[in-house]
């Protein structure tokens, strides 16, 4: 890597590189109009099954699994290598443009929510479940779930982009990532070698959300960095994520969004429980 001066004031210039660059821009807002489908459910999902999209829609199949009808729901595809979240009517309930985003059509006016976080929460309080009541309980509960959406930006935009998305592969920031991910990975280790969840005995949205990323990590190979990252040796980890796997709402959620892999993993979109069969 040759050495990079700074200019005084930074420039766009195009084309940057990387598998992502005919999306990536430092602007935001709508590029295009384009209307949003609707189902007939009240909540309405756009998104993809990334980690991220993976989160929400394990979180509705597992309040449905629990019996919780008003978590019916469509779940329309984002397509985001194509620029789908740059739609008029995405950006409208999104102005980040980044997916997932539920709206939820049972107030007046409807609700809009963005960040999977976010999501994460309002379902949780919306049906009072996989969230602590307890005043402590439920600060660890949050505390885990902030630590993963403060953690995975270092996993996904850090380490997943130089390592497997950058036009070229530099020492510097894959040494510099990968450590910070190992580091993480010993951060959910240690942790769950003394707990059953993140949290305790109790598996809440802070699992959801870091089996979203971590899992994927530990049983998935994502960005083929299994070796790499020597994910088998937190065994930890890997048990707490063969167990979440196991759980029927969490098959299902994996499957909403998705067109790559197995063919009988896929579920473009997501309407009724017998879409799955």
Same mark, same amino acid.
């Given at each position: 890597?040759?050495?990079?001066?700074?200019?005084?004031?930074?420039?766009?210039?195009?084309?940057?590189?990387?598998?992502?660059?005919s999306?990536?821009?430092? %602007?935001?807002?709508s590029?295009?109009?384009?209307?949003?489908?609707?189902?007939?459910?009240?909540?309405?999902?756009?998104s993809?099954?990334?980690?991220?999209?993976?989160?929400? %829609?394990?979180?509705? =199949?597992?309040l449905?699994?629990?019996?919780?009808?008003?978590?019916?729901?469509?779940?329309?595809?984002?397509?985001? %290598? #194509?620029?789908?979240?740059?739609?008029?009517g995405f950006?409208?309930?999104n102005?980040?443009?980044?997916?997932?985003?539920?709206?939820?059509?049972?107030?007046?006016p409807?609700?809009?929510?963005?960040?999977?976080?976010?999501?994460l929460?309002?379902?949780?309080?919306k049906?009072?479940?996989f969230i602590p009541i307890?005043?402590? /309980?439920?600060?660890?509960?949050? /505390?885990?779930?902030?630590?993963?959406?403060?953690s995975?930006?270092?996993l996904?935009g850090?380490?997943?982009?130089?390592?497997?998305?950058?036009p070229?592969?530099?020492?510097?920031?894959?040494?510099r990532?990968?450590m910070?991910?190992?580091?993480?990975?010993?951060?959910?280790?240690?942790n769950?070698? =003394?707990r /059953?969840?993140?949290?305790g005995?109790?598996?809440?949205?802070?699992?959801?959300?870091?089996?979203?990323w971590?899992g994927?990590?530990?049983?998935?190979?994502?960005? =083929?960095a299994?070796?790499?990252?020597?994910?088998?040796?937190?065994?930890?980890?890997?048990?707490?994520?063969? =167990?979440?796997?196991?759980?029927?709402?969490?098959?299902?959620?994996?499957r909403?969004?998705k067109?790559?892999?197995?063919?009988?993993l896929r579920?473009?979109?997501r309407?009724?429980a017998? #879409?799955? #069969?």
């Open positions: 890597m040759t050495d990079y001066v700074p200019p005084n004031v930074w420039k766009w210039e195009e084309p940057t590189g990387g598998k992502f660059e999306i990536n821009r430092p %602007t935001s807002g590029q295009r109009t384009v209307e949003l489908p609707t189902g007939e459910h009240p909540l309405q999902l756009y993809l099954a990334t980690p991220n999209g993976i989160k929400v %829609t394990v979180l509705l =199949e597992e449905l699994e629990l019996g919780h009808e008003g978590a019916e729901y469509d779940a329309y595809q984002i397509r985001i %290598t #194509d620029g789908d979240q740059f739609g008029s950006v409208e309930l102005p980040n443009s980044k997916i997932p985003v539920l709206l939820d059509r049972t107030t007046s409807s609700t809009r929510i963005f960040e999977s976080g976010a999501i929460i309002y379902l949780a309080e049906f009072q479940s307890d005043l402590a /309980s439920r600060a660890e509960c949050l /505390s885990w779930l902030m630590w993963q959406m403060g995975a930006p270092y996904g850090g380490f997943g982009h130089f390592y497997a998305y950058a070229k592969k530099w020492q510097y920031p894959i040494d990532y990968a910070e991910v190992k580091r993480q990975l010993d951060v959910l280790d240690k769950l070698s =003394e /059953s969840y993140l949290c005995d109790e598996y809440n949205i802070a699992d959801i959300a870091s089996y979203a971590y994927a990590l530990v049983l998935h190979n994502i960005y =083929e299994s070796e790499f990252l020597e994910v088998s040796s937190y065994k930890n980890v890997v048990r707490w994520a063969r =167990e979440i796997e196991q759980r029927p709402g969490v098959m299902r959620g994996r909403v969004n067109t790559w892999g197995p063919e009988e579920l473009k979109e309407h009724s017998g #879409d799955f #069969d």
